[in-house]
């Protein structure tokens, strides 16, 4: 079923098949460059990992994209139509989660959806299906002081899920949460790429994090930033997720990486 | 755990009011009279209605201050909070006016303004509205950028961000500007009432001295003290009500 969902719409889409893509952007704060002259497209129901040393400008580009940062040159491009700002058609998912302290979980996860002015009683009805598919049924009533890290990732997800964007803007977002929460995230991630048609855009320091997620992997490299290199794994996404990490080609991946990045490290 | 805060509280009590009841039976002064004593002059002058006449004079300038000091500090904090320029303007003045030895202000004001109610409200203002204004400000200012960010990628306008996310963001430290400011707003009204004109329980305060009387004097300033408590603890209940997330465990109980 969702199969040929995805066929059809690769049909009608031939021409348009990235759902973002971003040519000529330079982003700079007074003297420094933090983007120079970066373009790269992120290919429509794919997850596409920003990979690179701290200060490369990943955070940068993703906050560009989701229209929070306007770029000083350079167009984006979200499924054709140029960026101005925030819009429906992306959703963000944040490194420090952003949830409301004084909001119970349900608030928080309808809460873009109260933004866009959905009534009520139907946006706790849409918001409950997220929680539920987020595992976190049971604590729709609870304030966010009463979870775990790993929990409010999970309602920060369900937030960006529930207004139904194209494309997912994921800042960083296990990079809070303790090594095994991590870990069934990134499964969980796999699975909710495989199933929810929507472009996914993950920035991440962690090597093995962006190998085992990700369709295409984009290595920025820093001062000024751009794209060192984009990799594509082909023969994961077919592999059990249990089994990726002992992959042969998941450990060259993460060795060629390493070896690339090895040298902007301090 | 209600049960034991009560019975702190309590304790607490009987330890201020014992220690008050020693150092008058010593006595410490002349002029200071028992507890026993003290409430004993506090009943006489409920009974005959003289406090209560007293009170009407009192709370005036009193609640008129305090609701403008609220609102107008508050709007004004807003705007100071979140523009610079507005900051640069007005917060000056509030640090100055918070600074400002009020004492030696009044006559001037009442120079300005007479020796009415106009006077004694602007005291009251002078003596509230600063820490409500500054503490509004620096809370707005502090809103965790993240959480104007994701309003933002979230689509939210520019008065929905304000609404739904800096002001209660910024609630629990509004609200304590409002405690501090309310309680500052009662050393307002009864400064106004010695220093301008002896009315209300300024006037009990100034008579009953002159006739050395301090038992009831002593009455009428325990009768401030139990108002500003029971005012503060309606303000915390109207916290609760309008920000019931906020209630976290910081807040007294």
Redesign the interface.
């Known amino acids: 079923m969702l199969q040929t969902n995805a066929l059809a719409e690769d049909t009608v889409l031939t021409q348009t098949d990235n759902a973002v893509s971003v040519s000529g952007v330079s982003k700079n704060y007074g003297e420094v460059e933090a983007l120079k002259n970066l373009t790269l497209d992120f290919p429509r129901g794919q997850l596409t990992s920003l990979l690179g040393p701290s200060g490369c400008g990943k955070t940068t580009l993703l906050?560009i994209i989701?229209?929070?940062l306007e770029p000083t040159e350079g167009k984006i491009l979200v499924n054709g139509s140029p960026v101005t700002g925030?819009?429906?058609d992306?959703?963000?998912v944040?490194q420090?989660f952003?949830l409301?302290?004084?909001?119970?979980v349900i608030r928080n996860v309808a809460?873009?959806l109260?933004?866009?002015g959905v009534a009520k009683s139907e946006r706790e009805d849409i918001a409950n299906k997220y929680i539920k598919e987020v595992g976190l049924e049971g604590f729709e009533k609870s304030?966010p002081?009463e979870l775990s890290g790993g929990m409010r990732q999970r309602v920060g997800l369900a937030?960006a899920l529930s207004?139904d964007a194209d494309v997912l803007l994921m800042d960083e977002p296990f990079s809070a949460v303790d090594e095994q929460t991590r870990r069934k995230f990134q499964e969980d991630l796999l699975a909710l790429v495989a199933n929810e048609n929507k472009t996914f855009i993950f920035v991440t320091h962690s090597i093995e994090e962006a190998v085992y997620v990700s369709d295409q992997i984009a290595i920025l490299l820093p001062r000024p930033s751009r794209v060192a290199d984009i990799i594509r794994p082909t023969g994961l996404r077919e592999k059990d997720v249990a089994s990726i990490r002992r992959d042969s080609e998941y450990l060259d991946i993460v060795d060629e990486i390493w070896a690339s990045l090895k040298s902007y490290v301090e | 755990m209600n049960n034991r805060s009560l019975v702190l509280k309590l304790l607490s009590a009987v330890i201020v009011f014992g220690a008050w009841e020693i150092a008058g039976r010593i006595p410490v002064s002349y002029a200071f009279p028992t507890f026993i004593e003290s409430m004993k002059a506090l009943y006489t002058m409920v009974v005959d209605g003289s406090l209560f006449q007293a009170y009407a004079e009192t709370l005036k300038p009193l609640i008129i201050g305090v609701l403008i000091s609220a609102v107008l500090g508050i709007i004004i904090g807003l705007w100071i909070g979140l523009s610079e320029w507005f900051d640069w303007l007005f917060s000056p003045i509030f640090i100055v006016m918070q600074a400002a030895p009020l004492a030696a202000l009044i006559p001037l004001l009442v120079m300005i303004y007479g020796i009415g109610l106009t006077s004694k409200v602007f005291v009251v203002c002078i003596m509230a509205m600063p820490v409500i204004v500054l503490n509004t400000s620096s809370a707005v200012r502090n809103t965790p950028s993240s959480f104007i960010e994701m309003g933002t990628s979230f689509l939210a306008n520019r008065w929905e961000v304000l609404f739904k996310i800096i002001i209660p963001a910024a609630s629990p430290v509004i609200f304590s500007g409002l405690r501090l400011g309310v309680s500052a707003g009662f050393i307002g009204a009864i400064l106004s009432e010695l220093k301008i004109t002896p009315t209300g329980v300024g006037d009990i305060i100034t008579y009953s001295r002159s006739i050395a009387d301090y038992a009831s004097m002593y009455a009428a300033i325990f009768s401030i003290i139990v108002l500003a408590v029971v005012f503060l603890n309606l303000l915390e209940m109207l916290e609760r009500v309008l920000f019931e997330g906020n209630v976290r465990g910081y807040a007294s109980d």
């Open positions: 906050k989701a229209g929070l925030p819009g429906e992306r959703a963000f944040f420090d952003a409301l302290p004084w909001a119970s809460f873009g109260e933004l866009r304030f002081h937030r207004v």
